[in-house]
Antibody, heavy 122, light 107 residues
Protein backbone atom coordinates (compact mmCIF):
# COMPACT_ATOMS: atom_id res chain seq x y z
CA UNK A 1 0.00 0.00 0.00
CA UNK A 2 1.29 3.42 -0.97
CA UNK A 3 1.83 5.67 2.03
CA UNK A 4 2.95 9.30 2.06
CA UNK A 5 3.43 11.02 5.39
CA UNK A 6 4.24 14.72 5.53
CA UNK A 7 5.93 16.33 8.50
CA UNK A 8 7.65 19.55 9.46
CA UNK A 9 4.70 21.89 9.29
CA UNK A 10 4.19 24.59 11.87
CA UNK A 11 4.10 28.28 12.63
CA UNK A 12 6.65 30.68 11.14
CA UNK A 13 6.97 34.45 10.86
CA UNK A 14 7.01 36.25 7.50
CA UNK A 15 10.48 36.08 5.98
CA UNK A 16 11.27 32.88 7.81
CA UNK A 17 12.06 29.39 6.54
CA UNK A 18 10.65 25.93 7.00
CA UNK A 19 11.42 22.50 5.56
CA UNK A 20 8.73 19.93 4.95
CA UNK A 21 9.44 16.23 4.62
CA UNK A 22 7.39 13.50 3.00
CA UNK A 23 8.20 9.93 3.96
CA UNK A 24 7.20 7.48 1.25
CA UNK A 25 6.60 3.74 1.35
CA UNK A 26 4.83 1.01 -0.58
CA UNK A 27 6.20 1.87 -4.01
CA UNK A 28 9.46 2.34 -5.84
CA UNK A 29 10.26 5.85 -4.61
CA UNK A 30 13.51 6.17 -6.55
CA UNK A 31 11.61 5.75 -9.83
CA UNK A 32 8.83 8.15 -8.89
CA UNK A 33 8.23 11.72 -9.95
CA UNK A 34 7.05 13.60 -6.87
CA UNK A 35 5.01 16.77 -6.48
CA UNK A 36 3.95 19.27 -3.85
CA UNK A 37 0.47 20.79 -3.96
CA UNK A 38 -0.90 23.25 -1.43
CA UNK A 39 -4.32 24.43 -0.29
CA UNK A 40 -4.84 27.67 1.60
CA UNK A 41 -7.56 27.53 4.27
CA UNK A 42 -10.96 27.38 2.60
CA UNK A 43 -9.42 27.74 -0.85
CA UNK A 44 -8.66 25.54 -3.84
CA UNK A 45 -5.69 23.43 -4.84
CA UNK A 46 -2.49 25.04 -6.10
CA UNK A 47 0.40 23.16 -7.65
CA UNK A 48 3.74 24.12 -6.08
CA UNK A 49 6.48 22.09 -7.72
CA UNK A 50 7.85 18.69 -8.71
CA UNK A 51 11.04 16.69 -8.96
CA UNK A 52 11.73 13.99 -11.51
CA UNK A 53 13.35 10.71 -10.65
CA UNK A 54 17.13 10.66 -10.68
CA UNK A 55 16.97 8.29 -13.63
CA UNK A 56 15.05 10.98 -15.51
CA UNK A 57 17.54 13.65 -14.51
CA UNK A 58 16.15 14.76 -11.16
CA UNK A 59 14.96 17.98 -12.76
CA UNK A 60 12.71 20.33 -10.85
CA UNK A 61 9.86 22.59 -11.92
CA UNK A 62 8.10 25.27 -9.89
CA UNK A 63 5.03 27.41 -9.99
CA UNK A 64 5.74 31.07 -10.64
CA UNK A 65 4.53 32.14 -7.21
CA UNK A 66 7.21 30.09 -5.39
CA UNK A 67 10.07 30.00 -7.90
CA UNK A 68 13.27 31.28 -6.33
CA UNK A 69 11.92 30.84 -2.79
CA UNK A 70 11.02 27.14 -2.61
CA UNK A 71 13.22 24.14 -3.44
CA UNK A 72 12.08 20.56 -3.97
CA UNK A 73 14.65 17.84 -3.31
CA UNK A 74 14.76 14.14 -2.58
CA UNK A 75 16.81 11.56 -0.72
CA UNK A 76 16.20 8.23 -2.44
CA UNK A 77 18.29 6.39 0.18
CA UNK A 78 15.69 7.43 2.76
CA UNK A 79 12.62 7.39 0.50
CA UNK A 80 11.98 10.98 1.47
CA UNK A 81 10.86 14.08 -0.42
CA UNK A 82 11.58 17.58 0.84
CA UNK A 83 10.24 21.07 0.33
CA UNK A 84 12.54 23.84 1.54
CA UNK A 85 10.57 27.05 1.88
CA UNK A 86 12.43 30.36 2.29
CA UNK A 87 11.31 33.98 2.41
CA UNK A 88 7.89 32.84 3.50
CA UNK A 89 4.92 35.15 3.05
CA UNK A 90 1.54 35.26 4.78
CA UNK A 91 -0.03 34.01 1.55
CA UNK A 92 2.05 30.82 1.75
CA UNK A 93 -0.16 29.71 4.65
CA UNK A 94 -1.67 26.41 3.52
CA UNK A 95 -1.86 22.68 3.92
CA UNK A 96 0.97 21.22 1.83
CA UNK A 97 0.42 17.81 0.24
CA UNK A 98 3.05 15.58 -1.32
CA UNK A 99 1.86 13.43 -4.17
CA UNK A 100 3.12 10.78 -6.58
CA UNK A 101 2.91 11.67 -10.25
CA UNK A 102 1.94 9.00 -12.73
CA UNK A 103 3.51 9.92 -16.03
CA UNK A 104 3.41 8.72 -19.57
CA UNK A 105 1.24 9.94 -22.38
CA UNK A 106 -0.92 11.55 -19.72
CA UNK A 107 0.31 12.75 -16.34
CA UNK A 108 -1.68 12.93 -13.14
CA UNK A 109 -1.39 12.88 -9.35
CA UNK A 110 -2.27 9.46 -8.08
CA UNK A 111 -1.47 9.08 -4.38
CA UNK A 112 -1.51 11.88 -1.82
CA UNK A 113 -0.35 12.33 1.74
CA UNK A 114 -2.57 13.67 4.50
CA UNK A 115 -0.97 17.10 4.34
CA UNK A 116 1.09 19.33 6.63
CA UNK A 117 -0.18 22.73 7.77
CA UNK A 118 2.13 25.70 7.42
CA UNK A 119 1.04 28.94 9.05
CA UNK A 120 2.90 32.15 8.23
CA UNK A 121 1.96 34.99 10.53
CA UNK A 122 3.52 37.76 12.54
CA UNK B 1 0.27 30.01 -17.13
CA UNK B 2 -2.86 28.33 -18.39
CA UNK B 3 -5.94 29.49 -16.48
CA UNK B 4 -8.60 26.91 -15.68
CA UNK B 5 -12.10 28.18 -14.99
CA UNK B 6 -14.80 25.95 -13.55
CA UNK B 7 -18.51 26.56 -13.46
CA UNK B 8 -20.52 26.67 -11.41
CA UNK B 9 -18.54 27.39 -8.24
CA UNK B 10 -21.17 25.56 -6.24
CA UNK B 11 -24.37 23.65 -6.88
CA UNK B 12 -27.08 21.88 -4.96
CA UNK B 13 -28.39 18.54 -6.13
CA UNK B 14 -30.48 15.67 -4.86
CA UNK B 15 -29.39 12.09 -4.32
CA UNK B 16 -30.04 10.29 -7.59
CA UNK B 17 -29.79 13.47 -9.58
CA UNK B 18 -27.52 14.23 -12.52
CA UNK B 19 -24.70 16.73 -12.11
CA UNK B 20 -22.60 18.42 -14.76
CA UNK B 21 -19.52 20.51 -14.03
CA UNK B 22 -17.67 22.39 -16.73
CA UNK B 23 -14.04 23.39 -16.96
CA UNK B 24 -12.64 25.82 -19.50
CA UNK B 25 -8.96 26.28 -20.30
CA UNK B 26 -7.53 29.64 -21.37
CA UNK B 27 -5.83 27.92 -24.31
CA UNK B 28 -6.01 24.63 -26.16
CA UNK B 29 -4.81 21.82 -23.87
CA UNK B 30 -5.78 18.96 -26.19
CA UNK B 31 -7.08 16.33 -23.76
CA UNK B 32 -4.50 16.83 -21.00
CA UNK B 33 -7.17 17.32 -18.36
CA UNK B 34 -7.68 15.54 -15.04
CA UNK B 35 -10.54 15.62 -12.55
CA UNK B 36 -10.18 15.21 -8.78
CA UNK B 37 -12.66 14.84 -5.94
CA UNK B 38 -11.93 16.22 -2.49
CA UNK B 39 -14.07 15.43 0.51
CA UNK B 40 -13.88 17.74 3.55
CA UNK B 41 -10.71 17.28 5.56
CA UNK B 42 -9.29 14.76 3.13
CA UNK B 43 -6.69 14.72 0.38
CA UNK B 44 -7.87 14.87 -3.23
CA UNK B 45 -8.60 11.70 -5.15
CA UNK B 46 -8.13 11.24 -8.89
CA UNK B 47 -11.34 10.48 -10.76
CA UNK B 48 -10.54 10.93 -14.44
CA UNK B 49 -7.34 11.42 -16.43
CA UNK B 50 -6.81 12.37 -20.04
CA UNK B 51 -10.26 14.00 -20.08
CA UNK B 52 -12.23 10.78 -20.52
CA UNK B 53 -10.41 7.92 -18.79
CA UNK B 54 -11.88 6.62 -15.55
CA UNK B 55 -9.29 5.89 -12.88
CA UNK B 56 -9.32 2.31 -11.60
CA UNK B 57 -11.78 1.88 -8.77
CA UNK B 58 -13.85 4.97 -9.58
CA UNK B 59 -17.56 4.24 -10.01
CA UNK B 60 -18.91 4.27 -13.55
CA UNK B 61 -21.45 6.99 -12.68
CA UNK B 62 -18.54 9.41 -13.16
CA UNK B 63 -17.64 10.33 -16.72
CA UNK B 64 -15.60 12.97 -18.46
CA UNK B 65 -15.77 14.52 -21.89
CA UNK B 66 -14.28 17.30 -23.93
CA UNK B 67 -11.13 18.30 -25.72
CA UNK B 68 -9.32 21.50 -26.60
CA UNK B 69 -10.58 24.16 -24.20
CA UNK B 70 -13.93 22.86 -22.95
CA UNK B 71 -14.42 19.89 -20.67
CA UNK B 72 -17.21 18.35 -18.62
CA UNK B 73 -17.43 16.09 -15.60
CA UNK B 74 -20.76 14.32 -15.25
CA UNK B 75 -22.12 12.35 -12.31
CA UNK B 76 -25.04 10.38 -13.69
CA UNK B 77 -26.78 9.47 -10.42
CA UNK B 78 -25.51 11.36 -7.43
CA UNK B 79 -24.80 9.31 -4.33
CA UNK B 80 -24.42 10.62 -0.79
CA UNK B 81 -20.67 10.02 -0.85
CA UNK B 82 -20.33 12.22 -3.95
CA UNK B 83 -21.04 15.41 -2.06
CA UNK B 84 -17.62 16.99 -2.23
CA UNK B 85 -15.57 19.57 -4.11
CA UNK B 86 -14.37 18.77 -7.61
CA UNK B 87 -11.31 20.21 -9.34
CA UNK B 88 -10.09 20.08 -12.90
CA UNK B 89 -6.35 20.28 -13.58
CA UNK B 90 -4.35 20.69 -16.78
CA UNK B 91 -1.17 18.75 -17.43
CA UNK B 92 -0.56 20.18 -20.91
CA UNK B 93 2.38 22.31 -19.85
CA UNK B 94 4.99 21.75 -17.16
CA UNK B 95 3.47 24.31 -14.81
CA UNK B 96 0.24 22.64 -13.79
CA UNK B 97 -2.83 24.59 -12.81
CA UNK B 98 -6.12 23.68 -11.16
CA UNK B 99 -9.58 25.11 -11.55
CA UNK B 100 -10.99 26.95 -8.55
CA UNK B 101 -13.24 24.06 -7.62
CA UNK B 102 -16.95 23.22 -7.70
CA UNK B 103 -18.64 22.37 -4.44
CA UNK B 104 -21.50 19.88 -4.77
CA UNK B 105 -23.94 20.18 -1.88
CA UNK B 106 -27.08 18.31 -0.87
CA UNK B 107 -30.38 19.88 -1.91
Amino acid sequence: EVQLVESGGGFVKPGGSLRLSCAASGFSFNNAWMNWVRQAPGKGLEWVGRIASEADGGTTDYAAHVKGRFTVSRDDSKNTLFLQMNSLKVEDTAVYYCSVQTYGYFDWLDHWGQGALVTVSS
Amino acid sequence: DIQMTQSPSALSASVGGRVTITCRASQDINNYLNWYQQQPGKAPRLLIYGAINLQTGVPSRFSGSGSGTDFTLTISSLQREDFATYYCQQSYITSWTFGQGTKVEIK
